[in-house]
C-alpha cells in the first residue's frame, strides 16, 4: 500500500477541530514521527500492534486537545482506510462486549429503540447487541473493505462501505448513534457530532468511546503508548469532549471512564516491550496457558454521552 500520508494533494493547516483556535496558539505536543519503510497495510488497521508513529502533534490552549494541525487530505485518508487490513476477530468481540455494558445507561434513557447507526462499524459485531437491545432497524458505516468482506453475512447487509456521509441519511432518522474509536480518526470530528445531532430524533443520542491522553497510563507511556498512532487525527481528554458535545448542540452530557476486557496476548502486545522480553512475554503466556486468559482494565478509555433536545 503506498503510504497516504507521503502521496496525493498537499495537505494545508487547520485550526483546532473542536473550538476553532487557530493552531498559531497552540503548543507542540509531540513531533512527527514517520518512518515509510514501516508503513504496511495494517498501519491503518483497528488494534493492531502499535507502530509509535505519528503525525505532528499540537496542543489547544483552549479546549486542551491535541490534533494534527497539517493533515493528511479526505482523500489519502478515506484510500488508507479503504485499503487497510482486518485482523481482529477476537479483540472486536471484546470491545463489543464492553462496549455494550457501557452505553446500558445510555439505552435505558431512550424513549423509542426504531433506528441506530454505528459510525466505524468494523465488522458490525456491535450492529448485533443494538439488534438484540430491541433495534427494529440497524446500520453500519465502515471504511475498510477487508473488515466488511470479515463480518458474517447478515450483518453485510447492515453495512454501508464507505466514509460516514450526512446527507446519505435522512434528517432526524435515528434515536441512537454510535462512534466508538473512530472520532480520534476523522478529519472533522465537530462536523461529524453535529450531523449526528441533524441525523437524531429529539430525545436521540450520540455515544463516543475515545481515547484520553491525560489517563494515567498514556501519561506514564509518553511516547511508548499505544494512543500515539499515524492514524489519530485528534486525541481528547474530558474537556474536549465536553466542549465538543456542547458546542454541536447536545444536552445531558455525561464523560465517564470504564473497563476494556481483553484477552492477556492483546494486552501483553500493547505494552511497550523490549523485542526479546515481548517474545519471551507472549512464549510464556502461551506456554501456561494463560494467553485466553481475559482482564478487564481501565486503560483511560472515555464513553461519553450527549442527547439531542427534544
Not at 493547516?13 to 508503513?39: K, Q, Y
Not at 489519502?76 to 470491545?95: C, G, K, N, V, W
Not at 453535529?194 to 429529539?202: D, F, G, H, T, V
Request: hydrophobic residues 40%.
Amino acid at each position: 500500500m503506498s503510504d497516504p500520508t507521503l502521496t496525493g494533494d498537499p495537505p494545508g493547516t487547520r485550526p483546532c477541530p473542536v473550538c476553532g483556535t487557530g493552531s498559531e496558539t497552540a503548543s507542540l505536543f509531540l513531533a512527527e514521527n514517520i518512518d515509510p519503510d514501516r508503513m504496511s497495510g495494517f498501519s491503518f488497521a483497528s488494534r493492531k500492534a502499535p507502530e509509535y508513529m505519528s503525525h505532528c502533534l499540537v496542543k489547544c490552549p483552549t479546549c486542551d486537545l491535541v490534533y494534527v494541525h497539517v493533515p493528511p487530505t479526505q482523500t489519502r485518508l478515506a484510500q488508507a482506510y479503504h485499503q487497510a487490513e482486518f485482523d481482529s476477530h477476537d479483540e472486536a468481540d471484546d470491545a463489543a462486549r464492553a462496549y455494550a455494558r457501557a452505553i446500558e445507561p445510555v439505552l435505558a434513557r431512550l424513549t423509542s429503540r426504531q433506528s441506530a447507526l454505528e459510525i466505524g462499524t468494523g465488522t458490525g459485531i456491535f450492529l448485533d447487541y443494538l439488534s438484540a437491545a430491541g433495534f427494529e432497524t440497524v446500520v453500519g458505516v465502515e471504511p475498510s473493505t477487508a473488515a466488511i468482506e470479515a463480518a458474517p453475512s447478515h450483518r453485510r447487509a447492515w453495512i454501508r462501505e464507505g466514509i460516514f456521509v450526512e446527507n446519505d441519511f435522512a434528517p432526524e432518522s435515528f434515536d441512537l448513534i454510535c462512534c466508538f474509536m473512530t472520532l480520534e480518526h476523522v478529519l472533522d470530528p465537530g462536523s461529524l457530532a453535529r450531523s449526528a445531532l441533524r441525523l437524531l430524533r429529539p430525545g436521540g443520542a450520540l455515544v463516543t468511546v475515545t481515547h484520553d491522553y491525560q489517563a494515567p497510563v498514556n501519561r506514564i507511556l509518553g511516547k511508548k503508548s499505544p494512543i500515539i498512532d499515524i492514524e489519530h487525527m485528534q486525541l481528547f481528554t474530558a474537556r474536549s469532549l465536553r466542549e465538543l458535545f456542547a458546542r454541536s448542540g447536545f444536552e445531558t452530557v455525561s464523560v465517564r471512564g470504564f473497563r476494556n476486557r481483553y484477552a492477556l496476548r492483546y494486552w501483553a502486545r500493547l505494552a511497550p516491550l523490549p523485542g526479546i522480553i515481548g517474545r519471551l512475554v507472549m512464549g510464556a503466556l502461551s506456554a501456561t496457558g494463560a494467553a485466553d486468559w481475559k482482564l478487564a482494565v481501565n486503560v483511560g478509555n472515555l464513553i461519553t454521552s450527549g442527547t439531542k433536545p427534544r
